[in-house]
């Protein structure tokens, strides 16, 4: 199975800090890329979806390096609010128009902000 | 517009008994996956459906589990002979097809899980 690798942390940051973690994947031919974020016993939410250009919503920052595999979430700022689980979402398979292609999930960075 | 649909919210079944969870994808998905999350632990993939097919069930243990994603209806996860180690938070999430050269927009949505303990 295709496989996407996250350091589970925790990362322990004090508030208003900055706090990058990176996701590692190991099929080339992955489509496409997201970060979703996991509060505690809740269901996992879309944080938002990683462009071969890089993007940015707000204090969050996503980019690709397709070269070396890999995506990486940088938050800016940090709030006590950001304090979750990070997870790392990639989909696979090569275009085929509608094939079987699907997600693969990491098993999440666990990010804890602190007063 | 109904996000993805997941019941019982909670489950209590004794070991030896069946438990059957049932996942509504949101409307316009026809891609639905099931995770299980066990305390303190990440999502763990089990299978992966597309209408009356089953398209990877890698993550599924050999035995006591089935998964279909009839025509019509919802998903179902059917845990036969439950045992302590069952209990977990099971979570579906529903995405579109991906067709054409537009594959934005595929991301996959979650239902709120199904959290069964057996007793």
Not at chain 2, 32 to 51: A, D, H, I, S
Not at chain 2, 74 to 99: H, K, N, T, W
């Amino acid at each position: 199975r295709k496989e996407v690798e996250q350091d589970p942390g925790p990362f322990n940051v004090p508030e208003g800090a900055t706090v990058a973690f990176n996701c590692t994947y190991s099929n080339s031919a992955s489509q496409s890329f997201f970060w979703y974020r996991q509060d505690c016993r809740k269901e996992p939410k879309l944080l938002m979806s990683v462009y071969s250009s890089g993007n940015e919503d707000g204090r969050f920052t996503a980019q690709l390096n397709r070269a070396s595999q890999y995506i990486s979430l940088l938050i800016r700022d940090s709030k006590l609010s950001d304090s979750a689980t990070y997870l790392c979402v990639v989909a696979w398979g090569p275009y085929s128009g509608g094939g079987a292609d699907g997600l693969t999930f990491g098993k999440g960075t666990h990010l804890i902000i602190q007063p | 517009n109904a996000g993805v649909m997941q019941n019982p919210r909670h489950l209590v079944r004794r070991r030896g008994q069946e438990a059957r969870l049932r996942c509504s994808p949101m409307k316009g998905h026809s891609h639905v996956y099931w995770y299980r999350q066990l305390p303190e632990e990440g999502l763990k993939f089990m299978v992966y459906l597309q209408k009356e097919n089953i398209i990877d069930e890698s993550g599924m243990p050999k035995e006591r589990f089935s998964a279909e994603f009839p025509k019509e209806g919802p998903s179902i996860l059917r845990i036969q002979q439950v045992v302590r180690g069952d209990s977990a938070a099971y979570f579906c999430a529903s995405s579109r097809i991906r067709e054409g050269i537009n594959r934005d927009n595929t991301e996959a949505f979650f239902g709120q899980g199904t959290r069964l303990t057996v007793v």
